[in-house]
C-alpha cells in the first residue's frame, strides 16, 4: 500500500475535529461579570519600571568605568535600548494590549520601558564587558 500524503492529512484533521465535538457557536456559557475596575494600572506600571531603571542607574553610574570612548559607547548602548524597547512596543501591539486612554498614560508607560531597556543595557554592558 503506497503512503499518500493527503490521506494523512486528512485522517489527522478528522481526527482533530473528532476531539473538536461540535461547533463553538452553539455552546453558550454565562460566565458571571467578574471583570473589576482597575484604577491607575499603566501609572503603577511605570512607576514601577522607573524604580528598577533608577537602580539600576545608580549602580551603572556610581562609579562608571574609564574607557577612552565612554560618551561613544553610552550613546551606542542607549540606541540599543530604544530598539529593544520599539520591537517590545511592536509586540504589545501585536497582541493588542498597546492601547491607552491618554496620551499622558502612553507617553509615561512608552518612556518607563525605554528607560528600563537602556538601564539594563548599560548595567549589562559596564558590568559584565560583554559588547
Known sequence: MNFDFFDFLDLCSNSLNLFNG???????????????KRKYVFEKISAVLYIISAVLFFFVFRNPPVSGN????????????????VVIFFVLYLFGKY????????????????TLCVSVFLWIYFKSGIF
Not at 461540535?22 to 473589576?36: A, E, F, R, V
Not at 565612554?70 to 524597547?85: D, E, K
Not at 491607552?100 to 520601558?113: A, I, P, R
Open 22 to 36: 461540535g461547533s463553538s457557536d452553539s455552546i453558550h456559557y454565562d460566565l458571571p461579570d467578574k471583570k473589576k
Open 70 to 85: 565612554y560618551i561613544q559607547s553610552v550613546a551606542i548602548v542607549s540606541v540599543l535600548g530604544f530598539a529593544v524597547s
Open 99 to 114: 492601547y491607552f486612554k491618554s496620551v499622558f498614560q502612553w507617553l509615561l508607560f512608552s518612556l518607563s520601558v525605554a
